[in-house]
């Protein structure tokens, strides 16, 4: 690896990483009630914000990138109704994090500015979607601390 592609695949593998156990902390904190409740009717519960983010990864990186099959339905993300528990969801999130640090420690130098052309996608290279994939992990992770501070207020 070249020193920029090192340093390009150390800090996005370690944003993931660290986002990651955001969420895992924020999840620790609720009960399997509360990981499914929606404080609001406007807005998702934590649940499914895990499914919609564990859906995201294994879409835009994991089927995109890595050539992973997955195949996504963005809709039951945040409809499904069978309510999964919670360590169940965590551990399909955990997975979807997994895949995605090793995907990003297998691109070279070259792969970063591969075209990249997936429906829906916002980026034009395989790194503006992995960084555009970090970036939506993070502002779901600012709703989930809401969430978690409006279901303790409840509680």
Not at 46 to 73: E, M, S
Not at 133 to 151: I, P
């Amino acid at each position: 690896m070249t020193d920029l592609q090192q340093t390009i695949a150390s800090d996005l593998a370690a944003r993931y990483e660290k986002l990651a156990g955001l969420v895992r902390d924020l999840a620790e904190t609720l009960t399997d009630d509360q990981f499914w409740a929606k404080p609001y009717s406007f807005g998702n519960s934590f649940g499914h914000l895990v499914l919609h983010l564990t859906g995201n990864l294994n879409y835009y990186i994991g089927a995109q990138i890595a050539a992973t099959g997955y195949v996504r339905d963005r809709p039951q993300e945040f409809s499904d109704q069978t309510r999964p528990s919670k360590t169940e969801v965590l551990n399909n999130f955990d997975q979807a994090i997994e895949m995605v640090v090793r995907t990003i420690n297998r691109q070279l130098a070259e792969d970063w500015s591969k075209e990249y052309t997936a429906v829906g996608a916002d980026a034009k290279d395989r790194f503006g979607m992995v960084l555009s994939c970090a970036t939506h992990l993070h502002h779901h992770v600012g709703q989930m601390m809401y969430l978690v501070f409006q279901l303790k207020q409840k509680a």
